[in-house]
């Protein structure tokens, strides 16, 4: 684990435009689709950003703040914001999706558990970090379906 300072420069300046942004481009895509979820976005979003902020404080001695856990958790979407984009196009019930859809889910697992890790210093529970995080991101990766 691990990881250099590029990684704790963007710890350092948190913010919920970019989150917000990809919720709100999350929710257009699936509109596309035909699907209205953008009270569900929402809502999972930040009832899954307030159990990892509590998780994570109680996993920490140095604790972080909820700005930079929905940040982190937020700018982490990116993969899966790109997966409802390519069901608009590609029917992911298929084999497509059982390749796809995990691959986009554990792409945003790795980067929003890494970047925990690095601000925490909790290398040696990294696992434990990325499990409710992939619940997290499992729970977006429903809506692209």
Sequence with gaps: ?????????????????????YALVLGVV?????KVSFGSIYGVGAVGCGGMYVVLNLMST????????????????????????????????????????PAGVLWCTHAASLFFTVQLALDDQRWLIAYPVMLFYGAFALFTL
Excluded: E, H, M, N
């Design 62 to 101: 140095t604790g972080i703040d909820i700005y930079r856990t929905v940040s982190v958790l937020g700018y982490c979407l990116l993969p899966i914001v790109l997966l409802a984009a390519v069901s608009v196009v590609l029917d992911l019930r298929g084999v497509a999706g059982y390749a796809l859809i």
């Design 1 to 21: 684990g691990g990881g250099g300072g590029a990684q704790g420069s963007f710890l350092s300046d948190a913010d919920l435009a970019g989150p917000l942004l």
């Design 30 to 34: 699936l509109l596309l689709k035909g």
